[in-house]
């Protein structure tokens, strides 16, 4: 599987913003797709995950109840809706693709995931 993400910008606060992240390789819909987020000089944290049939989501607690994770298997695109972002969201957005196909126990560790796009900047202005 490979990845890219797109869709960032520069939004005020309050306002909404859906990422995008295009996928190739044909065994995409049997990867949990994470979302994942770094500040300036901060770690890598996670945002959201989607499994691999979209039956299942998950979400950091800072974005619990404002984002929203989906996907499109028939499409192979995966999506992080984000409403009502606040400064503290500013960072670059990656998605990835978790290590093994069908499993998703450990979707908040970074480490477990294999492949990863590029990365799409997210500006939320106060």
């Known amino acids: 599987v490979q990845l890219q993400a797109s869709g960032g910008g520069l939004v005020q606060a309050g306002g909404s913003l859906r990422l995008s992240c295009a996928a190739s390789?044909?065994?995409?819909?049997?990867?949990?797709i994470g979302w994942f987020r770094q500040a300036p000089g901060k770690e890598r944290t996670f945002v959201a995950a989607?499994?691999?049939?979209?039956?299942?989501?998950y979400y950091g607690d800072s974005v619990k109840g404002r984002f929203t994770v989906s996907r499109d298997n028939a499409q192979n695109m995966v999506f992080l809706r984000m409403n009502s972002l606040r400064p503290e969201d500013t960072a670059v957005y990656f998605c990835?693709?978790?290590?093994?196909?069908?499993?998703?126990?450990?979707?908040?560790?970074?480490?477990?995931?294999?492949?990863w796009g590029q990365g799409t900047q997210l500006t939320v202005s106060s």
């Open positions: 990835a693709a978790y290590a093994r196909p069908l499993f998703s126990d450990n979707y908040w560790k970074d480490n477990e995931y294999e492949t």
């Open positions: 390789g044909r065994a995409f819909s049997t990867y949990l």
């Open positions: 989607v499994s691999w049939r979209a039956d299942r989501t």
